[in-house]
C-alpha cells in the first residue's frame, strides 16, 4: 500500500515562512509523481494552488512556491498571511497502476 | 466557464450501492487528453481519490477499492457516474468530482477544477 505522508499540522505567526513536505513511506518523490498541492477552507471543495511540482495555478498568489526538497516534494508559503489558514493536501501520481494518492493533509494555522 | 456538480442520493442503507453522477459544464469529456475524477472526503478526515474515466473510457481505480467501484461516462449528456457497492458507514463522506487535463495539460495529472461536492451518509 503506498502511503504518502504529510505533517499533521503547522503553527506559525503572520509575515513567517513555513514548508509543508509530501514524502511516501516507502522511496523518494521525484518530478515523475507530479506533485500537485491543493488548498482547503472549512466547508469548501479544495483548490489547486501546485501542479507539476511547481508551477502555480491560475491566480495563485506568488507566496506559495513549489519544490522538491531532498526527497520529498514541498509547499512554501513565503509571508503567510490570515487568509492562508487552512488545509493543504498533496497529490502524487503513481503510475498506471496505483494512479493518485493524497496525503494526509496538513493543518495550518497562522495566528 | 468550467464547472461540475455532483448529485446523487444523501442517504444510502448499508449494503445497498450508492449512484453519483457528475454533471460538467464548459468542457467535453471527448476532447483528448481529458479525465474526470472523483475523489471522497469523510467528516474531519484526508481526501481519498477514488476513480477517473479519459476521454478515450480508459478508466482507473483505486487499488483499495476497485473491486467496488465502476466509473462510466454519458458524453451526449456530459456526465460521469460513479457506482460504489456494498456500502458501509465508513463510506459516509463528502463526494467531489474533478477534471484532469482540462485547463493545464493532462501529462500533469493534477485535479484542476472540482465540484463544490456531495455529502452521502451510510446509516440503516
Known amino acids: 500500500q503506498t502511503v504518502v505522508t504529510q505533517e499533521p499540522s503547522f503553527s506559525v505567526s503572520p509575515g513567517e515562512t513555513v514548508t509543508v513536505t509530501c514524502g511516501l513511506r516507502s522511496g523518494s518523490v521525484s518530478i515523475s509523481n507530479y506533485p500537485s498541492w491543493y488548498q482547503q477552507t472549512p466547508g469548501q471543495a479544495p483548490r489547486m494552488l501546485i501542479y507539476s511540482t511547481d508551477t502555480r495555478s491560475s491566480g495563485v498568489p506568488d507566496r506559495f512556491s513549489g519544490s522538491i526538497l531532498g526527497n520529498k516534494a514541498a509547499l512554501t508559503i513565503t509571508g503567510a498571511q490570515a487568509d492562508d489558514e487552512s488545509h493543504y493536501y498533496c497529490v502524487l501520481y503513481m503510475g498506471r497502476d496505483i494512479s493518485w494518492v493524497f496525503g494526509g493533509g496538513t493543518k495550518l494555522t497562522v495566528l | 466557464q468550467i464547472t461540475l456538480k455532483e448529485s446523487g442520493p444523501t442517504l444510502v442503507k448499508p449494503t445497498q450501492t450508492l449512484t453519483l453522477t457528475c454533471t460538467l459544464s464548459?468542457?467535453?469529456?471527448?476532447?483528448?487528453?481529458?479525465?474526470v475524477g472523483w475523489i471522497r472526503q469523510p467528516p474531519g478526515k484526508a481526501l481519498e481519490w477514488l476513480a477517473l474515466i479519459f476521454w478515450d473510457d480508459d478508466k482507473r481505480y483505486s487499488p483499495s477499492l476497485k473491486t467496488r467501484l465502476t466509473i462510466t461516462k454519458d458524453t451526449s449528456k456530459n456526465q460521469v457516474v460513479l457506482t460504489m457497492t456494498n456500502m458501509d458507514p465508513v463510506d459516509t463522506a463528502t463526494y467531489y468530482c474533478?477534471?484532469?487535463?482540462?485547463?493545464?495539460?493532462?501529462?500533469?495529472?493534477?485535479?484542476?477544477?472540482w465540484g463544490q461536492g456531495t455529502m452521502v451518509t451510510v446509516s440503516s
Open positions: 464548459g468542457f467535453s469529456l471527448s476532447t483528448s487528453g481529458v479525465g
Open positions: 474533478a477534471t484532469r487535463g482540462v485547463t493545464v495539460p493532462g501529462y500533469y495529472n493534477a485535479f484542476e477544477i
